[in-house]
């Protein structure tokens, strides 16, 4: 069975950083595009950023640009984020998406930033 | 960034009837490599989403066949031929042919 599971969302102070991490199994890590997309509960999806196979190219968004980081393990079947410099409209669930010929979703991790 | 407008945002349908979902880009959805990165995503209440539809016509493994997915260029089309208590949710396109990736607005489809 195919499993994305994400960890790291908290409640966070405005400013304060966090760090993401999604663990895949049940199917070839390595070989996929991996995607951190985020949503504010209620509302429409936001594409954050993602990373080739190899991790060789990432990009983020510009909303989170200069404050975002992505990379992954392939030898642990690991996706990291991490943001710095958080404000409240960062304030989301943070999915990790798994992109190729098939597409897998992780179930969210709750980011909340507010003082 | 590619603009996706989908219409319309709300789609009552009875059990057991047709609902269509339009899509149109702000671009050409057409990359250089000939490919038309086109995509449709379905998220029930409370789940992530689940992609259905890739290329703007493909389905996704396990994708029942009552859904199938159409277009060209900047105008796509989700069609569901008989919709049944499982399909209630919001329907979202989304393009990968241009960076920053996006998705279109949502559509509530839920039964009549």
């Known amino acids: 069975e195919v499993q994305l599971a994400e960890s790291g969302g908290d409640l966070v102070q405005p400013g304060g950083s966090l760090r993401l991490s999604c663990v895949g199994s049940g199917f070839t890590f390595s070989v996929f595009w991996m995607n951190w997309v985020r949503q504010v509960p209620g509302k429409g999806l936001e594409w954050v950023a993602n990373?080739?196979?190899?991790?060789?190219?990432?990009r983020c968004v510009d909303s989170v640009r200069g404050r975002c980081s992505v990379s992954r393990d392939n030898a642990g079947n690991s996706l990291f984020l991490h943001l710095n410099t958080l404000r409240a409209e960062d304030t989301a669930i943070y999915y990790c998406?798994?992109?190729?010929?098939?597409?897998?979703w992780g179930q969210g991790t709750l980011v909340t930033v507010s003082s | 960034d590619v603009v996706l407008t989908q219409f319309p945002l709300s789609l009552p349908v009875p059990l057991g009837q047709p609902a269509s979902i339009s899509c149109r880009s702000s671009q050409s959805l057409v990359n250089g490599d000939g490919g038309t990165y086109l995509t449709w995503h379905h998220q029930r209440p409370g789940q992530p989403p689940r992609r259905l539809i890739y290329?703007?016509?493909h389905r996704d493994s396990g994708v029942p066949d009552r859904f199938s997915g159409s277009g060209s260029d900047s105008d796509f089309t989700l069609r569901i031929s008989s919709v049944e208590a499982e399909d209630v949710g919001v329907y979202y396109c989304m393009q990968f042919t241009h960076w920053p990736h996006t998705f279109g607005q949502g559509t509530n489809l839920e039964i009549k």
């Open positions: 998406l798994a992109w190729g010929t098939s597409a897998y």
């Open positions: 290329d703007v016509s």
């Open positions: 990373i080739s196979p190899d991790g060789s190219m990432k």
